[in-house]
């Protein structure tokens, strides 16, 4: 195994949490995602978002564990939401649970692939695609949604990681180097911990190792202030 490899799995060890097997749930018996009937989501209350947010989080940190007990939440009172569903599979995913994963994001995928091409500026819905799309191993695919999506402006710590890791499985992280520098640029690089971890796994991929380090030090001292 060569140094980048190792460098790469210490990293994601340093910043993932560790696996909840007590949340994991059989998704066999849920219901069908389904559009909504004018956009690809109902509308949500405020609760019913953070919760997105938190599973996003969790399983931006591949804890699939924690990520279900908000998913568990959502589904129960919108037991058709594509978005939990897209989060469910990829859960799944995590967790090794290929077949019953793959099964839900091709739903999400058939009802999206259509919807995101009528729609092209729904980014919520292309992150949502993307996301089933990488469930799919559908990596090219994946990587230039969330692409576009992050050329439409988008700056979500969870999509930005996302990206990234995509860009490092098709190997061609280099070949979108400005963008991946643009999305960088900022203070909040350093501030949140998703895009720490995704900055310093894109820049120890590019052997730049020196900046990684002065990177990820840097994202250390802001989490000990």
Same mark, same amino acid.
């Given at each position: 195994?060569?140094?980048?490899?190792?460098?790469?799995?210490?990293?994601?060890?340093?910043?993932?949490?560790?696996?909840?097997?007590?949340?994991?749930?059989?998704?066999?018996?849920?219901?069908?995602?389904?559009?909504?009937?004018?956009?690809?989501?109902?509308?949500?209350?405020?609760?019913?978002?953070?919760?997105?947010?938190?599973?996003? *989080?969790?399983?931006?940190?591949?804890?699939?564990?924690?990520?279900?007990?908000?998913?568990?939440?959502?589904? @129960?009172?919108?037991?058709?939401?594509?978005?939990?569903?897209?989060?469910?599979?990829?859960?799944?995913?995590?967790?090794?649970?290929?077949?019953?994963?793959?099964?839900?994001?091709?739903?999400?995928?058939?009802?999206?692939?259509?919807?995101?091409?009528? *729609?092209?500026?729904?980014?919520?819905?292309?992150?949502?695609?993307?996301?089933?799309?990488?469930?799919?191993?559908?990596?090219?695919?994946?990587?230039? @949604?969330?692409?576009?999506?992050?050329?439409?402006?988008?700056? &979500?710590?969870?999509?930005?990681?996302?990206?990234?890791?995509?860009?490092? @499985?098709?190997? *061609?992280?280099?070949?979108?180097?400005?963008?991946?520098?643009?999305?960088?640029?900022?203070? &909040?690089?350093?501030?949140?911990?998703?895009?720490?971890?995704?900055?310093?796994?894109?820049?120890?991929?590019?052997?730049?190792?020196?900046?990684?380090?002065?990177?990820?030090?840097?994202?250390? @001292?802001?989490?000990?202030?």
């Amino acid at each position: 195994m060569n140094f980048k490899v190792i460098a790469l799995l210490c990293l994601l060890a340093f910043f993932n949490g560790c696996q909840d097997d007590s949340e994991n749930q059989q998704s066999k018996q849920m219901p069908e995602p389904r559009l909504a009937e004018t956009t690809a989501f109902k509308v949500r209350t405020p609760a019913l978002d953070e919760a997105i947010d938190q599973a996003r *989080n969790a399983l931006a940190f591949r804890n699939a564990g924690e990520a279900r007990k908000p998913i568990s939440t959502l589904l @129960q009172q919108l037991p058709h939401d594509i978005q939990g569903h897209a989060l469910v599979a990829y859960a799944d995913w995590l967790d090794g649970r290929y077949t019953e994963a793959k099964a839900r994001a091709a739903k999400v995928v058939e009802l999206l692939e259509p919807y995101t091409q009528a *729609n092209k500026e729904d980014i919520k819905a292309r992150q949502v695609y993307g996301r089933a799309l990488t469930v799919l191993g559908r990596v090219g695919r994946a990587e230039s @949604q969330l692409r576009i999506v992050i050329r439409q402006g988008s700056r &979500e710590p969870v999509t930005i990681d996302q990206w990234v890791s995509l860009l490092i @499985q098709r190997e *061609n992280l280099a070949e979108h180097r400005e963008l991946f520098e643009q999305v960088f640029s900022g203070d &909040e690089a350093h501030q949140d911990p998703i895009l720490c971890a995704a900055k310093g796994l894109g820049l120890i991929y590019l052997d730049e190792m020196d900046t990684a380090s002065k990177s990820l030090s840097e994202c250390i @001292q802001q989490g000990t202030e």
